[in-house]
């Protein structure tokens, strides 16, 4: 599929100045104290599709798009604006959030799956109903610059969300699976990397590291560096207090991976997590000779080590074809030393 992503790290700048010219740390939005499970899928459930980002210029993906969700067996029902363009954003902020709404006020509708990301999630949350979605529980599901929309659900809808494929994705056979068993069967799986799963963008899914040792619990809180970074320094964050925090990325060269965990670290959040995992960081390489001082390895090392948590790398998260489908605001353990992630209770009802 030609669905191209914007580079986040140009379309982000502006949010990311901002931030980082607050004197203060963040005032993070409490979470809500009980998470409330919306319904799993069954074959035949509709689900609403929308683009909350970025648009998608060619309507044979589109196409491919719905044929995709049918073969999961459940019912495609497209936004109002989903073949929308507005410069680079799929319609104006107020429409994406107007599809966005609107499938968690249609009875109908059982999850709702972004086709992609690309840049645009962080304008429309001001546009949002949280008070409706709070009221009418239903998975969202996607990743990259849908993280935006996750953490801010987290923060006040009260219920669990799915970072995994978007349904622009390639949907691999791990995929699938590790979606199937969490959205439909409502289990609650343990995510290991299989060995040798590798993927020639980042040379590296398939092999976990170990940065501290042990085992953590706490709730899954995270998603693309980039956008949980740009978002620091607005209301729409949940508590860090105690969560495992997980983290991918992509084009996003060494220092720059190093600059944004600084700022969670001059933020107070890195310090209140109890366990980190950093999944894949496809493309993640320097620019040029002056800027590749450090491995990626190295500098997750220099963040993460110091914080005395458990803390792993390698998990699979992130751009790459076969995804864990991790579910936001659900309690799991970690165990860095094997490299795994389990999910301690169903997150479906």
Same mark, same amino acid.
């Given at each position: ?24 740390? @963040?005032?993070?939005?409490?979470? @809500? ?9 069954? @074959? ?6 929308? %683009? ?7 309507e044979f993906d589109l196409a491919l798009v719905i044929e995709t969700i049918r073969a999961m067996g459940l019912v495609p029902r497209p936004g109002k604006h989903l073949a929308d363009r507005y410069g680079y954003l799929a319609g %104006?902020?107020?429409?994406r959030a107007a599809d966005i709404n609107a499938m968690y006020a249609d009875k109908s509708v059982r999850a709702v799956f972004a086709v992609r990301g690309g840049w645009g999630c962080a304008r429309i949350l001001p546009h949002l ?27 006040? +809808? ?7 494929? *978007? ?27 299989? @060995?040798? *799963? ?9 092999? #976990? ?14 998603? *693309?560096?980039?956008?949980?970074? +740009? ?33 969670? #670290?001059? +933020? ?17 390489? +320097? ?57 301690? %209770?169903?997150?479906?009802?």
């Amino acid at each position: 599929m030609s669905l191209r992503m914007l580079n986040r790290r140009t379309a982000l700048q502006g949010l990311g100045a901002t931030a980082a010219a607050l004197a203060l740390p @963040p005032r993070l939005a409490a979470a @809500p104290q009980a998470l409330r499970k919306p319904p799993r899928l069954r @074959p035949g459930d509709t689900v609403g599709l929308v %683009e909350p980002a970025g648009f998608t210029d060619d309507e044979f993906d589109l196409a491919l798009v719905i044929e995709t969700i049918r073969a999961m067996g459940l019912v495609p029902r497209p936004g109002k604006h989903l073949a929308d363009r507005y410069g680079y954003l799929a319609g %104006e902020d107020k429409a994406r959030a107007a599809d966005i709404n609107a499938m968690y006020a249609d009875k109908s509708v059982r999850a709702v799956f972004a086709v992609r990301g690309g840049w645009g999630c962080a304008r429309i949350l001001p546009h949002l109903d949280f008070d409706l979605i709070r009221a009418n529980p239903k998975l969202l599901i996607g990743f990259s610059d849908i993280t935006a929309l996750h953490l801010a659900f987290a923060a006040r +809808a009260g219920f669990t969300t799915i970072h995994g494929p *978007n349904a622009g994705s390639s949907w691999g056979k791990l995929s699938w699976d590790a979606f199937q068993s969490l959205v439909f069967a409502g289990e609650a799986p343990v995510y290991a990397t299989p @060995p040798g *799963n590798e993927d020639r963008l980042t040379q590296r899914a398939g092999r #976990t590291r170990t940065f501290r040792p042990g085992k953590a619990t706490g709730r899954l809180i995270g998603g *693309n560096l980039t956008v949980l970074s +740009a978002l620091m320094g607005t209301p729409y964050l949940p508590d860090f207090d105690g969560a495992i925090l997980f983290l991918e990325d992509v084009d996003e060269a060494q220092y720059r991976i190093d600059r944004m965990l600084t700022q969670l #670290t001059l +933020a107070g959040v890195l310090r209140r997590v109890a366990g980190v995992v950093f999944g894949q960081c496809t493309n993640c390489r +320097a620019s040029g000779p002056s800027l590749s001082g450090f491995t990626l390895s190295q500098v997750l090392k220099q963040h993460l080590e110091p914080l005395g948590v458990p803390a792993f790398e390698g998990a699979l998260i992130g751009h790459i074809p076969n995804q864990f489908s991790i579910p936001v605001g659900a309690r799991a353990e970690i165990d860095a030393d094997a490299g795994t992630i389990r999910i301690l %209770e169903p997150v479906v009802a």
